[in-house]
């Protein structure tokens, strides 16, 4: 069975987008489909994207309530979904306690550091103002904490010669794109398979 899945964004949805091509016609289109794309902020302009590419678009808007009521508003709008696996692609917003412990080991996130060297935002300024030569994406499970959880991945990026923060990004992007899909194709095609390349790896019979 393909897994459901669920994206959470904030904004510009380019993860999000890299991975609904995957579910439609890449290397996740044996392995999910992309069930919804929820954002807590209406101006996101991932928003249209998802549209563009069919995918149901929900908001659950943050601004202008508690987290503990946001908390319960987006664990029901994503529970209507049915989700196996909840996929954060920049999503802005730290999840509250009702949403983690209602998904917990279902909720996956991608941060533009190595979580263990650098938690939070500005992931690529950081790399960019230490001008490291290397850096790493990291794609790991959501708990409580910010950017605290089990790493699933980690791939890394080459800054040699990035000599702007735009260069930066635009390399650490292109390797968040590719690699998402990849490490979530190991993960739901089941943890525990042997294979290295995403390649080798059956999803759905
Ligand atoms: C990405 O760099 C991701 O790692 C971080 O936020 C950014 C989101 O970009 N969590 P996009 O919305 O997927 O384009």
Redesign the pocket.
């Known amino acids: 069975m393909k897994k459901r899945i669920v994206i959470l964004?904030?904004?510009?949805?380019?993860?999000?987008?890299?991975i609904a091509a995957s579910a439609k016609s890449g290397i996740l289109s044996d392995c999910c489909i992309v069930t919804a794309v929820v954002s807590n902020r209406s101006e996101?302009?991932?928003l249209e994207l998802a549209g563009k590419s069919g995918i149901p678009a929900v908001v659950v808007e943050s601004s202008g309530i508690s987290g503990i009521e946001f908390d319960r508003k987006l664990t029901k709008a994503v529970e209507i979904f049915s989700p196996d696996y909840i996929i954060?692609?920049?999503?802005?917003k730290v999840l509250g306690p009702v949403f983690i412990s209602r998904f917990t080991g279902k909720i996956i996130?991608?941060?533009?550091?190595d979580t263990k060297l650098h938690r939070g935002l500005g992931?690529?300024e950081w790399a960019f103002k230490k001008r490291l030569g290397t850096t790493k994406?990291t794609v790991h499970f959501v708990d409580e904490g910010l950017d605290t959880g089990e790493i699933l991945g980690q791939r890394e990026v080459d800054l040699r010669g990035a000599d702007t923060l735009e260069e930066v990004?635009r390399r650490?992007?292109a390797a968040?794109?590719e690699f998402f899909s990849e490490i979530l194709r190991k993960i739901f095609a089941g943890r525990d398979s042997n294979a290295n390349e995403w390649s080798d790896i059956k999803c759905a019979e």
């Open positions: 964004i904030s904004g510009r949805g380019s993860n999000m987008a890299a996101a302009p991932g954060l692609a920049g999503f802005m996130n991608i941060h533009p550091a992931g690529y994406v990004e650490g992007l968040e794109h």
